[in-house]
């Protein structure tokens, strides 16, 4: 014999009747990007941000990597960080001309050596892809 069967002819004590659109939410572009500029501060879980905010982390990695790719604007708050300066001592240059300005920017194990005079917008255009590769 089936014991869990539920016995229906005693009266329960409370009923809840959700009405509405159910589960499915809609998100603004403006809501998504705050839920993931908090899954990315430094010491965030991304399951602790889902459940906070009541949806799948699936979800939020998902919108993480929209983010990653561009297709999703993070707060201007959010976007702003400090990364650490490593300063080095200027190399003199060969045959004793003028040494030059160098900037060396290390991100993800890529390096990207600008020179002295390098085109802003090629440097921009670069990492921008750069950035949307990690």
């Known amino acids: 014999m089936v014991d869990h069967i539920v016995d229906s002819s005693v009266a329960r004590s ?6 509405g659109v159910g589960r499915r939410r809609r998100w603004s572009a403006e809501q998504k990007g705050r839920i993931v500029a908090e899954s990315l501060a430094p ?6 941000v889902a459940r906070r905010h009541d949806i799948a982390p699936q979800h939020l990695f998902a919108w993480r990597k929209a983010a990653r790719a561009g297709r999703l604007a993070l707060p201007e708050d959010a976007v702003a960080g400090f990364v650490p300066v490593v300063m080095a001592e200027p ?3 060969e045959g004793g001309a003028k040494a030059e300005a160098r900037i060396v920017v290390e991100i993800g194990g ?3 050596r600008v ?3 390098a085109d802003p ?5 670069v990492l921008r892809s750069l950035r949307g590769s990690l």
Not at 14 to 19: K, L, P, S, T
Not at 121 to 125: I, K, N, Q, R, Y
Request: hydrophobic share 60%.
């Open 110 to 112: 890529a390096v990207v």
């Open 115 to 117: 020179e002295a005079g």
């Open 91 to 93: 190399r003199p240059a």
């Open 14 to 19: 409370r009923v809840e009747i959700r009405a």
């Open 43 to 48: 010491g965030a879980v991304v399951s602790e």
């Open 121 to 125: 917008a090629l440097l921009s255009m």
